[in-house]
């Protein structure tokens, strides 16, 4: 029988262990390839599982990591802006980067940097964390009033530019995934009147028109085929990243039927025996299933009010931990394409493990299913 606590208070070490004094959270301390970064993306969901944890202090050293890095780039961006007024066409190598080392730079290791969603979950998770812990969310007030402002033009500015998705894939491509974090990034700012006090009437206005128009692109471009949200707009493939659009996004309601049917295809076509796939046509390490999207998958699940369906997410999960209580990135226990997974190992090395994302989605999970041996 595993312990599940257990492993929550256990996944909660293991993240401010390897949390750096920056604040930063490193992807994985170890693996070969994402050691030494912090992802906007990974963080923003590792920071929301601290939160709920209970330790304001780690989730809020994140996220004023975040707004420092924000705010000592929000020249370039004003920059950036101002010459997509001018019609320039910036290229991609130029806008913000999906992932900096732990002290805020840029690193010299190539990555297919070019991702928006990761500033607009941030946005997200930045608004819950203060909804959290109003008393004390461990932030600096004033960076992080300046760096939302930094992030809300940059993304009203560029939110409709094709990019990489959550894979480091198909970057002509408009994600779902990626429109679903911006437009809840942007409601949840707008919304909050302190973490948006440095917005001025047109920030306010502009980001409110993405919002309205990013709704509009889904219905008249083809972001709902086939009754459910697709992966890409145009296409009619899922990918499991989409779970995040109903929750915790709300792009469409997990009580609406277009949300109910991304969930269900999402499950029919990428669980199998409880834990769930990227996308069918996922190479990398073989395609295993990834305990972070099982808890996505769960996380809906719950918040649809199936207990059962969300504490069997939960277990599957946790049945994944190495005896040390660590969680990896993938599993192989059932892969998409096999011959395909030894090239990663010679790449790379083994699956990484732990990944903090996916400790941060386990402590997510735990809290929506009140089994977190938490501080709170
Ligand atoms: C995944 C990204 C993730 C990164 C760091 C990559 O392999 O595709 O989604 O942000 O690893 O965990």
Redesign the pocket.
């Given at each position: 029988m595993i312990d599940l606590e257990a492993l929550a208070r256990h996944s909660h070490r293991v993240i401010t262990t390897h949390q750096a004094p920056s604040g930063a959270y490193p992807?994985?301390p170890s693996f070969s390839?994402?050691r030494g970064?912090c992802?906007f993306?990974?963080g923003a969901f590792i920071a929301e599982g601290v939160s709920r944890y209970g330790d304001w202090s780690s989730a809020g050293a994140f996220h004023t990591w975040c707004a420092r890095v924000l705010v000592e780039r929000s020249g370039q961006v004003d920059e950036l802006i101002t010459r997509a007024a001018r019609g320039v066409v910036i290229p991609s190598a130029d806008l913000l980067p999906?992932?900096y080392t732990l002290d805020g730079e840029l690193g010299r290791d190539p990555w297919w940097d070019f991702q928006l969603d990761?500033y607009g979950t941030w946005l997200w998770t930045v608004d819950e964390h203060l909804r959290r812990h109003p008393a004390d969310p461990g932030v600096d007030p004033d960076d992080l009033q300046k760096a939302v402002v930094t992030a809300v033009r940059y993304l009203s500015t560029f939110w409709n530019r094709p990019c990489f998705d959550?894979?480091?894939e198909h970057d002509d491509q408009r994600h779902v995934s990626t429109l679903g974090a911006i437009h809840a990034g942007l409601r949840a700012v707008t919304a909050n009147p302190w973490l948006g006090a440095g917005l001025t009437l047109a920030d306010r206005a502009a980001a409110n028109a993405v919002v309205e128009e990013i709704s509009a692109v889904l219905t008249r471009e083809g972001g709902v085929v086939d009754g459910h949200l697709a992966k890409w707009l145009g296409t009619s493939a899922v990918d499991a990243s989409l779970l995040a659009c109903v929750a915790p996004f709300g792009l469409v309601s997990p009580d609406s039927e277009v949300g109910r049917a991304t969930v269900d295809e999402v499950e029919r076509q990428l669980c199998v025996d409880g834990g769930v796939h990227?996308f069918v046509a996922d190479t990398?390490y073989g395609g295993g299933q990834w305990p972070l999207l099982t808890a996505f998958l769960a996380w809906n699940r719950a918040v649809a009010g199936d207990r059962t369906a969300a504490l069997e997410g939960l277990r599957w999960i946790a049945a994944q931990a190495t005896p040390d209580g660590e969680l990896p990135?993938q599993v192989d226990h059932h892969l998409l394409a096999p011959g395909r997974q030894q090239e990663w190992v010679d790449r790379w090395g083994p699956v990484?493990t732990p990944?903090?994302?996916s400790h941060g989605m386990y402590l997510i999970l735990a809290d929506e299913l009140g089994v977190t041996g938490g501080v709170r």
């Open positions: 992807a994985s390839a994402y970064y992802w993306r990974d999906t992932r990761g959550w894979w480091e990227r990398f990135e990484a990944l903090l994302w």
